[in-house]
Nanobody
């Protein structure tokens, strides 16, 4: 079992920046991909960004060039630096870790509210 504990988030004006952090309780060789998802009211949870153990990244088109995901494997931590925030970035952000052994399963953080005001 792996617990993901998030920190960061909050309220910021449009154009501002926030940083999210997510610490995994322990490392597992079978977790390659970690990432961030978000869910706005009335919407489905969507991928924001993900990163592999090797550092390969994937971003949603809406955040590319504004958000940066990074990872410190030694600290079992993944970060999301969010710049040039827009009101449409508002939502609850969830940390995710994809485990693939002995069977595929996803771990989720507790969620963090990010609110971007006009």
């Amino acid at each position: 079992q792996v617990q993901l504990v998030q920190s960061g988030g909050g309220l910021v004006q449009a154009g501002g920046s926030l940083r999210l952090s997510c610490v995994a309780s322990r490392s597992r060789f079978s977790i390659n991909v970690m990432g961030w998802y978000r869910q706005a009211p009335g919407n489905q949870r969507e991928l924001v960004a993900e990163i592999t153990t090797g550092g390969s990244t994937n971003y949603a088109a809406s955040v590319k060039g504004r958000f940066t995901i990074s990872r410190d494997n030694a600290k079992n931590t993944v970060y999301l630096q969010m710049n040039s925030l827009r009101p449409e970035d508002t939502g609850v952000y969830y940390c995710n870790a994809q485990d693939r052994f002995p069977a595929p399963r996803d771990y989720w953080g507790q969620g963090t509210q990010v609110t971007v005001s006009y």
